[in-house]
């Protein structure tokens, strides 16, 4: 009984005592999922390539989709691992304000997340590991409709996605004359980014700049 409710308790994701990176033992409950070795080994990885993004200024990426790193982002969506965000957001804040000082950006932001995601989640994945690093965002954008998350989506529905993105009411006049820091977690074909700079030109912006935790391989 007592070992029924233990796997229970951890099917639940409210406590693992295995790394999900490495398979080590977990000391601090806090953290859960990924070991202190297996987060101190994250390290920033330049990409070689950078590809163009179509109405983005300037961008940078921390590491690569893969590893301890896809890991972590993998756990903070799934499992809504809030601490680990936050604990990622500690690992990439010295890159993401060198980042910052260079860009100068008046308005730090993030895509929205879907309301059906934000629900069944509770949070906004990319807010939370701007916490962790201890940097002001606003929230300018946000989604409607109701749609599958985009992974595996044929490039037609990936488009009617990135349609969902729009400004809110009120950041429009926010955005005039801006600066902007999109910050999100992982670039994969980069067109939510390039959707939501040009959305951010459109209304007066005067740069976009982004920032992503990973680039998918
Ligand atoms: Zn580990």
């Keep these: 009984m007592i070992r029924f409710f233990a796997e229970l308790i951890k099917s639940l994701g409210m406590c693992q005592e295995d790394c999900i990176s490495c398979g080590g033992k977990i000391s601090s409950w806090q953290q859960g999922f990924v070991c202190e070795n297996c987060i101190n080994s994250l390290k920033p990885h330049h990409p070689a390539e950078y590809k163009r993004l179509d109405y983005v200024k300037s961008y940078r990426v921390f590491g690569l989709y893969e590893g301890t790193l896809k890991d972590v982002i993998l756990s903070i969506k799934f499992n809504a ?24 950006p008046d308005i730090i932001t993030t895509p929205a997340i879907n309301l059906r995601r934000y629900w ?3 949070f906004n994945h990319a ?16 989604r ?16 009617k996605v990135v349609q969902t993105h729009l400004l809110k009411d009120e950041a429009i006049d926010l955005l005039e004359n801006k600066k902007v820091l999109i910050f999100d977690d992982v670039l994969t074909t980069g067109a939510t980014i390039t959707r939501l700079a040009e959305l951010s030109l459109m209304v007066g912006a005067l740069e976009v700049h982004a920032f992503f935790v990973a680039k998918a391989l």
């Excluded at 985009?150 to 990936?158: C, D, I, Q, T, Y």
């Design 144 to 159: 409607v409709g109701f749609q599958a998350p985009s992974a595996g989506l044929k490039k037609e529905e990936r488009l």
């Design 81 to 104: 691992n809030i601490p680990l965000a936050h604990w990622l957001g500690k690992v990439i804040a010295p890159y993401l304000w060198e980042y910052i000082d260079s860009t100068k």
């Design 120 to 122: 069944s989640r509770g």
């Design 127 to 142: 807010e939370e590991i701007l916490k962790g690093a201890e940097v002001p965002y606003i929230s300018v954008f946000k």
